[in-house]
Each structure stands twice: as C-alpha cells, then as structure tokens.
C-alpha cells in the first residue's frame, strides 16, 4: 500500500467519526435555536410545564456542545442529545396543543436520531420511537384527525421514513466498516509485517513473543526460540541477481508458513509466532510441543524445506537451511538471551557442515563446547541427533 492510497484510506476511515461530529453539531445548534424559540414562546404563553421543558432540554444542549466542541475524544454526546430530542419530540406529540407543532418535529426528530446513532443503535430507537407514536395514535391518546384514514397515512409515511433512513444508515455503516478493514489491514501490513515475505517484522515479533514467553507456563510442554538462516544466499544474490534472491526468500516464507502452526490454538488467530529477522534470517517460536522428539521433527522438516531442486529458468544448487534452536526456560528465561542462545546454534549449525540444526542444551557433561560460542551465560551447544538430520 502506498503512502498516497494508505493517506486516503485513512481520510475515509475517519470519516464515519467526523460525519457523526458534524451531525451531532449541526443537531445540537438546531436544537439549541428551536429550544430558545419555543421556550421563549410557551412561557410568554404561560404554558410553563412545556416552556420549562424546552429551557431544560436548552441547558442541556447547550452544555453538551460546549462538550464537543471542547473534549478532544467527546463520549455520550450522541446519547445525550437522542435522548433530549425523544423526550422533547414525544412529549410535543402527546401533549401538543396544536397539531402542526405536533406533526412538524415527528420527521426531523426520527431523521436525526437514525443518523447520530451507529445504526444498530438508530434502528432499535428509532423503531422504538415509531412504535410509540403509533401507540398513542391507535389508542386514541392522541388524535391526529377525525379521518383514521389520515391517521393510517401519516403512521404509514413515518415508518417508510423509518425504513428508508436506515437502509442508508445500513449501507453506509457496511461501506465505513469495509474501509476501516481495508484501513486496519493496510496498517498491520505496513506496522507489523515484512513488506517482502509477508511474515512478521522483528519489531512485532519480539513484542508477540515477550507476551507469548510471559503466559507459558510449565505444564511439561516444550517452548523453544528457532533462528533460521539460508545458506550460501550471497553467493545466490551475487551470482543470480537480487531478484532471484527475493524469490527464494518468498518461497521460504510460503514454504515455512505451509509447514509450521501460525495460528493461536485457542482463538485461531493468526500470531506472529514467524518473522524475517534480518536479510535472509528468519526467527520462530514454538510453544506447546509435547516432546523433544516432536521439536526434533518439526526442525528436521524446516531443514528440509529444500529437498527438491529450486528452478527458475536455469536450475541452481540446493537451497539449504541452517537452524539453531534454544529451549525456554532451560537455556535462557528472557527473550533477548534466548535469541542470542539461538543465534550463536544456528552459527554452530553453518559453521559445521551447514543444512542441519543444533540444539543450546546442556544435556551431557562429556559434550564439548566450542571455543567460538563459548562466552556469555548459555549452556553449551549441542548438535542435533544424527538419526533426524
């Protein structure tokens, strides 16, 4: 996504708030006018129960778009001024003296409440509010005509006024919702994943993996930190060109991900548990492996990856893997160490005949650390059972 489309793309996400912020203005001051006139007039009138109504109902406006206008991230305004607008509108309808104050105010009220509210909200209320009126109206609370016939059609215009304000409100809120997803996948491609492979950058990574390592808990399952680096790709890059380069490194991806779990057992989510850490390194963490013999065979299966020749117009050499795995909490309790414990196996692994994997683990005294990997406070590295590799 480029920067001139994801800036559009983020104009129209927002503009489902900014459209409900105008709404809620422009209401609230036609509100505030109307309450003012009307208050005014009731009082003058000596209809002081309608007259304190309005002057209420005006305070309140009036207080909740000083709130808009002032609070950075306003919340409630739109409930606030729905329910001032019910009140005020069922209230005239009921108890109005004249009947084109009455009918005046039934619209615009419906009107607004559909389109200041999200449109769950708007249709319940506003199906509330139509229900209402038609109770008052069919149960002779209040009489609209002598005609039930006029009756009939002024209910019958309201709810198809009902029914079309939120069929608009239906299919706007569907094409805000597809944009924000549009907007909210754009993000997590440009924030969280690596623009080439489509894994996970090291930045998410590490964030996933520090939540992911603090929620493991010791059930007698496996956690282990796997560092992964292509063999011999500079010379790839250098004798085939960067582009088939960046063609390996995608099918690596496409090929890790179609071999590996990258979805949370418990939500089935897709995590971050897989990352291009750096060049042609790669990073993963697996949790919940029930053995050693189960780690051994998921790392043989990476290191395999490439068993079959890798052909674009011309065939070229095997492409190799070599892995270095470090087991959590044995060899490090904490993220950074644990990387560094995999990082230094995985050189052991290059270093030593390359397309294999090795183990941080001290599991036998009579194994010899190599003097290379020797410094820091990780336990000796060990090679991978000959019978998996």
């Given at each position: 996504?480029?920067?001139?489309?994801?800036?559009?793309?983020?104009?129209?996400?927002?503009?489902?708030?900014?459209?409900?912020?105008?709404?809620?203005?422009?209401?609230?001051?036609?509100?505030?006018?109307?309450?003012?006139?009307?208050?005014?007039?009731?009082?003058?009138?000596?209809?002081?129960?309608?007259?304190?109504?309005?002057?209420?109902?005006?305070?309140?406006?009036?207080?909740?778009?000083?709130?808009?206008?002032?609070?950075?991230?306003?919340?409630?305004?739109?409930?606030?001024?729905?329910?001032?607008?019910?009140?005020?509108?069922?209230?005239?309808?009921?108890?109005?003296?004249?009947?084109?104050?009455?009918?005046?105010w039934v619209y615009p009220i419906l009107a607004a409440i559909i389109f200041i509210n999200t449109f769950s909200a708007g249709l319940v209320i506003s199906c509330g509010y139509c229900a209402l009126i038609g109770i008052a109206i069919f149960g002779q609370h209040v009489s609209?005509?002598?005609?039930?016939?006029?009756?009939?059609?002024?209910?019958?215009?309201?709810?198809?006024?009902?029914?079309?304000?939120?069929?608009?409100?239906?299919?706007?809120?569907?094409?805000?919702?597809?944009?924000?997803?549009?907007?909210?996948?754009?993000?997590?491609?440009?924030?969280?994943?690596?623009?080439?492979?489509?894994?996970?950058?090291?930045?998410?990574?590490?964030?996933?993996?520090?939540?992911?390592?603090?929620?493991?808990?010791?059930?007698?399952?496996?956690?282990?930190?796997?560092?992964?680096?292509?063999?011999?790709?500079?010379?790839?890059?250098?004798?085939?060109?960067?582009?088939?380069?960046?063609?390996?490194?995608?099918?690596?991806?496409?090929?890790?991900?179609?071999?590996?779990?990258?979805?949370?057992?418990?939500?089935?989510?897709?995590?971050?548990?897989?990352?291009?850490?750096?060049?042609?390194?790669?990073?993963?963490?697996?949790?919940?492996?029930?053995?050693?013999?189960?780690?051994?065979?998921?790392?043989?299966?990476?290191?395999?990856?490439?068993?079959?020749?890798?052909?674009?117009?011309?065939?070229?050499?095997?492409?190799?893997?070599?892995?270095?795995?470090?087991?959590?909490?044995?060899?490090?309790?904490?993220?950074?160490?644990?990387?560094?414990?995999?990082?230094?196996?995985?050189?052991?692994?290059?270093?030593?005949?390359?397309?294999?994997?090795?183990?941080?683990?001290?599991?036998?005294?009579?194994?010899?650390?190599?003097?290379?990997?020797?410094?820091?406070?990780?336990?000796?590295?060990?090679?991978?059972?000959?019978?998996?590799?």
């Amino acid at each position: 996504m480029n920067k001139l489309m994801g800036h559009q793309l983020k104009e129209m996400a927002e503009l489902s708030s900014v459209r409900k912020h105008k709404v809620i203005l422009l209401g609230s001051l036609v509100s505030i006018v109307a309450f003012a006139f009307y208050g005014y007039h009731h009082l003058t009138n000596n209809n002081y129960i309608f007259g304190f109504l309005c002057i209420a109902s005006f305070i309140i406006t009036s207080a909740n778009l000083a709130y808009l206008i002032i609070a950075k991230r306003p919340k409630y305004n739109d409930v606030i001024l729905t329910l001032v607008m019910l009140t005020q509108g069922f209230m005239v309808f009921v108890y109005g003296t004249e009947l084109e104050n009455r009918l005046l105010w039934v619209y615009p009220i419906l009107a607004a409440i559909i389109f200041i509210n999200t449109f769950s909200a708007g249709l319940v209320i506003s199906c509330g509010y139509c229900a209402l009126i038609g109770i008052a109206i069919f149960g002779q609370h209040v009489s609209i005509s002598s005609d039930i016939l006029a009756a009939e059609r002024f209910f019958i215009s309201l709810v198809a006024m009902c029914a079309v304000c939120n069929t608009s409100s239906y299919f706007y809120s569907k094409a805000i919702n597809y944009i924000n997803s549009l907007y909210l996948e754009g993000i997590e491609k440009l924030a969280y994943r690596d623009h080439l492979t489509g894994l996970a950058n090291r930045w998410s990574f590490e964030s996933w993996a520090e939540r992911k390592l603090s929620e493991t808990h010791q059930d007698g399952r496996i956690t282990a930190l796997v560092f992964l680096d292509i063999d011999n790709f500079k010379h790839i890059n250098d004798s085939y060109g960067h582009e088939m380069g960046d063609k390996i490194l995608k099918n690596f991806a496409h090929r890790i991900k179609n071999n590996v779990r990258t979805r949370d057992r418990k939500t089935n989510k897709a995590d971050y548990s897989i990352a291009r850490f750096a060049g042609d390194e790669f990073v993963l963490l697996l949790y919940g492996v029930n053995s050693l013999q189960d780690l051994d065979n998921i790392l043989h299966r990476i290191c395999h990856l490439f068993d079959s020749k890798y052909k674009d117009k011309q065939l070229l050499s095997n492409v190799t893997i070599s892995v270095g795995a470090a087991l959590y909490p044995q060899d490090a309790d904490n993220l950074a160490e644990l990387t560094r414990c995999a990082d230094k196996a995985m050189y052991a692994a290059k270093h030593n005949g390359k397309n294999q994997y090795y183990y941080y683990q001290n599991i036998s005294d009579h194994q010899t650390q190599m003097a290379n990997y020797s410094e820091g406070n990780v336990t000796p590295i060990l090679r991978a059972t000959e019978s998996n590799t």
